[in-house]
């Protein structure tokens, strides 16, 4: 089979640094990956029908033409992968890396997103992925893996409060009270767009980078 493009996309290289060793390190596991790295404002008017799936990590502000080249990608059959890892620009004052609620909140941000982004908030005590509660073929493979157990112990410090909307996917929840989504998607034409309401890549968001159940998922969570 041919390899899987995946466009792997940041504010900076460094802040993609460990999804990009995951996905290059499957490689060397039997995966086919080719990944490629580019900044925000490099995929701008860049051509994604090369790509299989296109990662967006903590990218701050996402322009609407980016936002509708992603819509098209993902009606005409792509994946996308959005994960959340920094904080609302509207609370966060001079932190460098911030993302912008109003940015994923435009009408073309919309027509793609499972959510809607309320606020970037820390968890009163650490929290835990929760897929158990969300039957899913998904969730089965993690199951045969040994990867649910583990991910128990894996503690989330922050996360994005989001508003599903219609037609999205759970497929996990945070352990919390509320219950709150975690990862979530929604099928968009022939493709998907999948949410994670946390980091991948930030070590103060989370444990999670660097376990071996980050690995397996890495691989088993491109849309």
């Not at 993609?16 to 290059?24: D, H, K």
């Not at 008017?45 to 299989?52: H, K, Q």
């Not at 022939?190 to 309401?197: A, K, P, Y």
Request: aromatic share 10%.
């Amino acid at each position: 089979m041919p390899p899987l493009n995946v466009l792997v996309v940041a504010e900076e290289r460094l802040s993609a640094a460990y999804w990009l060793t995951a996905l290059e390190g499957l490689n060397s596991i039997g995966s086919s990956y080719q990944v490629t790295f580019r900044t925000s404002e490099q995929v701008i008017g860049a051509d994604l029908s090369e790509y299989d799936v296109v990662c967006l990590l903590d990218v701050a502000n996402p322009p609407t033409e980016v936002w509708r080249e992603l819509t098209t990608f993902t009606r005409n059959g792509g994946g996308v992968l959005i994960c959340l890892g920094a904080p609302s620009s509207v609370a966060a004052g001079n932190l460098r890396r911030t993302i912008n609620p109003v940015a994923y909140g435009a009408s073309e941000a919309q027509e793609l997103l499972p959510v809607r982004l309320k606020a970037s908030l820390k968890f009163s005590s650490p929290q835990h992925l929760d897929f158990r509660s969300r039957p899913h073929p998904l969730s089965q493979r993690l199951e045969a893996l040994g990867v649910l157990a583990e991910l128990g112990n894996v503690d989330f410090r922050w996360r994005w409060v989001v508003e599903p909307n219609e037609g999205a996917v759970e497929l996990a929840k945070w352990t919390d009270d509320n219950g709150e989504p975690a990862w979530i998607y929604r099928d968009v034409g022939r493709g998907r767009c999948l949410v994670f309401t946390s980091s991948v890549d930030s070590g103060s968001w989370s444990d999670w980078r660097g376990t071996w159940t980050y690995l397996v998922v890495a691989g088993q969570k491109l849309p």
